[in-house]
């Protein structure tokens, strides 16, 4: 593992498609990982060559996703979508293949998308029929605003790599032989720089996220705070001064 941690969507025989044990599995994996000293930087990926994650398993829809069971179903994607959206540490999505309708709103918990040239996008709700909660809709319009939101939803299309990247909705493309490469030499880069800044950087960018009112504005400080106050940055100034690359321990 060293100081890369995996979260690995693995259902291959049906592209990664989410099954409601899989939605429950996901908070505790990235609490489990985000907890864990020697991982810095969390990475997700998708099983096999077909998919990133082609969205909820909808062979499951019939018995949890109708009626009173929508809204448990609904509760339990929530659950797993803020565990991955309120870890402390950088997470990367690295996208193949099909990446829809649940796989795209997981991917939007992700710090960064990296995407493979044959990634393919869609949010589908409307062919479903489905309702899709405004927690969902607000995750898509922060990443890339509210016309390009609309497209995805309104038309429910597929889109490729590049529209994606054009959108903003992934920040490089690379070939898919290359993805898992460059996403580790991206996530390597990352792990080396302090982890206590990294922290205080991603609950100070969520906080901006939030209206005025619910904004954790003393808990940004605090952070800010301990960064000074951390034996990282005192290393920090010092490989500075000495001309070396820093050993940062995240303490």
Sequence with gaps: MGSI????????????????AMWDAIPGVAQGLDDDPEVRVLVMRGAGEAAFVSGADISEFEGNR??????????????????LAEVSK????????????????IALQADLRIAAEDAVFAIP???????????????????VGLPAAKEIFLTADRFDAQKALSMGLVNRIYPKSRLEAEVELLATQIASN???????????????GRSGPDRD??????SIARCYESQDYAEGVRAFLEKRKPAFQGR
């Excluded at 109708?66 to 565990?83: P, S, T, V």
């Excluded at 709700?125 to 990443?143: D, H, I, K, P, S």
């Design 5 to 20: 941690g995996w979260i690995i969507f693995d259902q291959p025989g049906r592209r990664n498609a989410i099954t409601a």
């Design 90 to 105: 950088p997470l990367i999505a690295a996208i193949h293949g099909f990446c829809v309708g649940g796989g795209c709103a």
């Design 217 to 222: 504005s003393e808990a940004v400080a605090t």
């Design 125 to 143: 709700a409307a062919r479903l029929g489905l309702g899709y909660g405004a927690a969902g809709l607000e995750a898509l319009v922060r990443v």
């Design 194 to 208: 302090a982890p206590l800044t990294l922290a205080s950087a991603k609950l100070a960018l969520r906080q901006l």
């Design 66 to 83: 109708i009626g009173r069971e929508a809204q448990a179903y609904d509760e339990r994607n929530a659950r797993a979508f803020d565990a």
